[in-house]
């Protein structure tokens, strides 16, 4: 039974470019939340999305959008990168709101 | 504003001590309060759980307390290992009849030494 699979793990961006991180989430389960992580900082949620919606969202710009697919997974779109979104990005997939289960993380450094 | 404060900051033991990890929250409406060990650029991973009801549960050498009137939570290890060594994350769960909000601590950062 696979747990939650981000992809890539490591990822290096110029400012000003776009990227495009990808979530499956754990069998069983519908609902995906990401979460950005700063060195040394707990995660900040960005937004969750269940029935391919967008349900709740962070204090984070329109830069920052995502999409849920009808087999539950998700993607993360970041666009013009800003030196200050470096961070640990990860996944969390549940059913519903129950068992939350975190991915390893895909790490951005944006130079 | 829903808060959750974890101490100490960081903390440094010999291999084979126990040592106890607090969180304070102020989380209005609680779920849930949960233990995750992240290990340097990984994802969390969950320890315990507790709703309002327990007030403790064990994960082998992890032993979560919750006092949900004093809105307090410790995890203690036990005999600790050199693998214990992580940053230990305390998440609260807020939730309305339609939405749940994982508040996060900013975690103590757990050194083990041999």
């Known amino acids: 039974d696979a747990g939650v699979t981000q992809s890539p793990t490591h990822l290096i961006k110029t400012r000003g470019q776009q990227v495009t991180l990808r979530c499956s989430p754990k069998s069983g389960h519908d609902t995906v939340s990401w979460y950005q992580q700063a060195l040394g900082q707990g995660p900040q949620f960005i937004f969750q999305?269940?029935?391919?919606?967008?349900?709740q969202r962070g204090n984070f710009p329109d830069r920052f959008s995502g999409h849920q697919f009808p087999n539950y997974s998700s993607e993360l779109n970041v666009n013009a990168l800003l030196l200050g979104d470096s961070a640990l990005y990860l996944c969390?997939?549940?059913?519903?709101?129950?068992?939350?289960?975190f991915g390893s993380g895909t790490r951005l450094t944006v130079v | 504003k829903n808060q959750v404060e974890q101490s100490p900051q960081s903390l440094i033991i010999l291999e084979g001590k126990n040592c106890t990890l607090q969180?304070?929250?102020?989380?209005?409406?609680?779920?849930?309060l949960r233990w995750y060990k992240q290990d340097t650029g990984r994802g969390p991973v969950s320890l315990t759980i507790m709703t309002f009801s327990e007030n403790t549960k064990s994960n082998g050498r992890y032993t979560a307390t919750l006092d949900a009137d004093t809105k307090q939570s410790s995890l203690h290890i036990t005999a600790s290992q050199l693998s214990d060594s992580a940053s230990y994350i305390c998440v609260v769960s807020a939730s309305t009849y339609n939405t749940d909000k994982l508040i996060f601590g900013t975690g103590t950062r757990l050194q083990v030494f041999p």
């Open positions: 969390a997939s549940s059913l519903r709101n129950y068992g939350y289960t």
């Open positions: 969180c304070n929250y102020t989380v209005s409406p609680f779920s849930n």
């Open positions: 999305y269940y029935e391919e919606e967008e349900r």
